[in-house]
């Protein structure tokens, strides 16, 4: 697994790159949005839509019918992600890379089918999913395998950078500090400290990453 230091620092350059950068970091904000979306389904809530926008924002308009199950689907979106990214390399390191790419094939298709509609959501979805089919259709496997490594570290580095980004801003204006935000107005706990678990989770999930499968 040392190779995938290679496909981490490469998620790392991209994160730097403004026209680059959007393009392949949605996958996260899809991770991300989708685990509202379930946290929402499994509390029996309902998921009106989903957006995905170029900036590499996203928003889950949902419905929850009590006060815990709202506490629940804001809290889902990082902590979602932190798990997708275990469970990518997890599957990776046991040579399911396969499998994963099916997976993420899977959570594009049903976006693009129930819950994703916004312009710019729906052009990156019909994108990535034809793209993986088309990489299916001509079975290019060391493709598939490379567009998961990649894939797979960039839920892992954005998963750090988007609630790095979170913590900052409930330190600085929690107005627009997203999902923490919206925890400190259910819960009454600061925004900041909201930031600082979906943070820590994230440097816990790289942490057992690294130890455990790379």
Known sequence: MDF??????IAIIISFIPRV???FFIIYTLIHETGHALAALLTSGKVYCISLYASTDGVAHTGSKSWFSSV???YAGYTFSSLIAIL????IANG????????LFTIALINLLLWVRNKFGIFWLLIYIGGSYLLIHYQLTSVKEMIVYL???????QSVLASLTILILSLTNSKQAGDAQALQKLTFIPAFVWGSIFFLQSLLSTYFVFIYFI
């Open 72 to 74: 629940i689907v804001a």
């Open 21 to 23: 950068r959007p393009f």
């Open 4 to 9: 995938m230091y290679a496909y981490i620092a």
């Open 151 to 157: 894939l797979a570290s960039i839920i892992l580095v």
């Open 96 to 103: 399911e890379s396969t499998f994963l790419f099916y997976v």
């Open 88 to 91: 990518a390399f997890f599957l």
